[in-house]
């Protein structure tokens, strides 16, 4: 189990008003973005140590991995991460460092504290004053979960297990798993913190969607500490599903304007994805054997895990007390 909701944790891990549009990603997926979004792939010289570990520990799998956002976002991770252009002659880093020199310069080298938090600061209001609300990383995998775990009995096991339950009972796995989680050293109830960062994991959430589907869905807030006087904290969205036998991660990130960038994700991954679950599926599911209070507590449940919409509370309800 522990090493269950280690994965769990590293699950975790990993805003404007504008028109959207669907986006297809070299049609294995199609997801619903603002206009301005667009994406590019990183090619395997660029992937992260992270899936190259998964890569040599999985036989045949084969990971495909994409930046979308903003265009001016994506163009600029184009242009330093994968073209290797120098950073230091990048427009944005000359005019934070034009800002900074002078007499700006003379008093910050006085309180690093005070530069760092300047730092953070000019970036946030270059990203507001483009435009770039948030930023999301997809993983493609031409795997399902329980294949990518053959090597582990305990998660595959964990796996069979959450997909013979319905989703009430999910609901109070998921209590359980953060239970767990919460006896972690360097984790409370609500977040769990390891070296210089710190995550929360309180609003994670197990389910089935409609099409039957296991996902796991996690909002979090994500605090990490570059160094003793350089702080970064964002709002993240993670989600982890399967689909036509395949299994897709999608980590994004928030970092100003962020008031609205839940709504955005669940909208962005609804195409394919949407992590709202199936009403006759759920209601149906509550034991026949039960009492009308017992199913209306286990239907209040899903309300208030976000499980069920409230439209969706509303009509099952009704359709109980009828």
């Not at 792939?41 to 956002?69: A, M, P």
């Not at 504290?113 to 609300?133: L, Q």
């Not at 984790?187 to 309180?202: D, E, I, Q, V, W």
Request: aromatic share 10%; charged share 30%; net charge neutral.
């Amino acid at each position: 189990m522990k090493r269950f909701l280690g994965i769990v944790v590293l699950g975790l891990l990993w805003c404007n008003t504008l028109p959207a549009k669907i986006l297809d990603i070299e049609n294995k997926i199609q997801i619903e973005v603002p206009s301005s979004h667009k994406f590019i792939r990183y090619h395997n010289e660029e992937i992260t140590g992270f899936i190259k570990e998964l890569k040599d520990s999985i036989d045949d799998i084969e990971v495909d991995y994409y930046l979308v956002g903003p265009s001016k976002y994506v163009d600029l991770e184009q242009a330093l991460v994968i073209d290797g252009e120098d950073p230091m002659e990048n427009e944005y880093v000359k005019s934070i460092i034009k800002k900074y020199e002078g007499k700006l310069e003379r008093e910050m080298l006085q309180d690093p504290f005070k530069a760092g938090k300047w730092m953070i600061s000019e970036m946030k209001k270059i990203m507001k004053k483009e435009k770039i609300d948030f930023i999301t990383y997809v993983f493609v995998i031409n795997k399902t979960l329980i294949e990518m775990s053959s090597e582990d009995d305990e998660i595959i096991d964990k796996l069979t297990e959450f997909q013979s339950m319905n989703n009430s009972e999910l609901i109070k796995q998921t209590k359980e798993i953060k239970k767990e989680i919460a006896s972690f050293e360097g984790a409370s109830r609500t977040s769990y913190a390891f070296g210089p960062t710190t995550l929360t994991y309180n609003k994670l959430k197990i389910g089935k969607n409609k099409n039957g589907n296991l996902f796991l869905k996690g909002p979090s807030k994500f605090f990490m500490a570059i160094n003793e006087t350089i702080t970064i904290d964002a709002v993240l969205n993670f989600y982890l599903g399967e689909h036509n036998d395949k299994t897709y991660a999608f980590i994004s990130a928030c970092y100003v304007d962020c008031s609205k960038f839940n709504n955005k994700f669940d909208k962005m991954i609804k195409p394919v994805f949407s992590s709202n679950v199936e009403i006759q599926k759920t209601t149906g599911t509550i034991s026949s054997n039960s009492d009308l209070t017992e199913k209306l507590r286990t239907l209040s449940e899903l309300y208030k895990s976000g499980a069920l919409t409230k439209e969706e509370f509303t009509k099952a309800k009704k359709k109980l007390l009828n």
